[in-house]
């Protein structure tokens, strides 16, 4: 899908000529952050919450994040963002003499679309981005009508912006990094999309974007590009039998989803506790 040009209203725009988020194509070598969206449901006419979170974030630390969620707009439709508690560093405080707001969000319902930036001027690591947790929330609400069973996905894509401002050409990546000693560095970004569905059915499924030719997927043992409860069963059969039941490398990656280094029956129970709707995310 084509990416839309976007202007994300005054103060952000004035936000996009300090922020560290506009990035020069230098990467931190090897590191990498992941942004996904949670599922939900709700029904025709209700109301809907998701959250938007940034996990694995390196030990540097997130300087700034710029990024935006496309979404269906004759099916959903936003009514609030809200800073997560992620932000909630003591950023703001620690730099009274800022005019712009570290968390900025725009969102543009006709079009199908939510922008939104956090960056600082700190040079501070303290004040960065650190470990993982919610960025920002997302209300919304389906449209009166919609079809049970409709799977509305929303779809984190880059915004789409001049590079520059003397440039035409416009920004087609995620943006997340920090600046050191001058030099602005991105960490590669892996994208977890999420899905709404309409009526009483559980989402099952949390759909997949990537970043460059690397596919990943947060618990997807199998590899499949889904995350179901046979995701749980592969890693206690790779744990019993791995030389019948071994998960493949990328199998490896993906399975390693409890926060702790290494695959093991934590990862699985992680799983199983998504699935029965414990937890907001694996």
Known sequence: MKTKKIVIGAVAAAMLSLSVCSLAPAFAADETVQVS?????????????????????????????????????????????????????????????????????????????????????????????????????????VAEGTKDGTKSEIKIVPTGRNVTSSSEIINEEVDCGYVKNGEKVKYDVKLVNGIVTVGNEKPTETTISTSGSDKYLKGDANVDGRLTIADATAIVQHLGNQDEYGLSEQGLINADCDGDPGVTGADANRIQMWEAGLIPEV
């Not at 909630?88 to 003499?97: K, L, Q, R, V």
């Open 37 to 141: 969206v949670s599922n939900t449901s709700a029904e025709a006419g209700g109301s809907f919450t998701v959250d938007v979170s940034v996990s694995d974030i390196p030990d540097t630390g997130l300087q700034g994040c710029q990024f935006s969620l496309e979404f269906d707009s004759s099916v959903i439709s936003v009514t609030s963002v809200k800073a997560g508690a992620l932000t909630e560093n003591g950023t703001t405080s620690a730099d009274p003499s800022s005019i712009l707001p570290n968390f900025n969000n725009y969102v543009d319902n006709a079009k199908g679309f939510v922008s939104i930036m956090w960056s600082t001027s700190l040079d501070e690591p303290t004040y960065w981005l650190k470990g993982e947790g919610v960025l920002f929330t997302v209300t919304g609400t």
